[in-house]
């Protein structure tokens, strides 16, 4: 059964940063694609960034570029969402999807298979 377990959510100043994980199991995470995608309060799930674990190679949302990064520890099967520079407006509930293969794109929730069940982040101001 495949299970991916977002974690790492809180509440936070604008201005600080946190870091949000994915951890994965029951599927071969060294070649796939997860994908982070946040849910404001009243708004649609936007799509953020997405990173390819066999290579390591990311895409990015431009709201987000420069501030949030990915990154992948295949040996822990955990994606890690690093978010620096918080605002207030990037508060949301945060989920991570994978579906199986390299990263088409980072916004297209069809093109995943598999999701967890999203962490809240409040970031005031």
């Known amino acids: 059964e495949v299970q991916l377990q977002a974690s790492g959510g809180g509440l936070m100043q604008a201005g600080g940063s946190l870091r949000l994980s994915c951890a994965a199991s029951g599927f071969t995470f060294d070649d796939a694609a997860i994908g982070w995608f946040r849910q404001a309060p009243g708004k649609e799930r936007d799509g953020l960034s997405c990173i390819s674990t066999s290579d390591g190679s990311t895409l990015y949302a431009d709201s987000v570029k420069g501030r949030f990064t990915v990154a992948s520890d295949n040996a822990k099967n955990t994606v890690y969402l690093q978010m620096n520079s918080l605002k207030p407006e990037d508060t949301a509930v945060y989920y991570c999807?994978?579906?199986?293969?390299?990263?088409?794109?980072?916004?297209?929730?069809?093109?995943?298979?598999?999701w967890g069940q999203g962490t809240q982040v409040t970031v005031s101001s």
């Open positions: 999807a994978a579906e199986y293969g390299p990263c088409r794109d980072y916004y297209y929730e069809d093109d995943y298979d598999y």
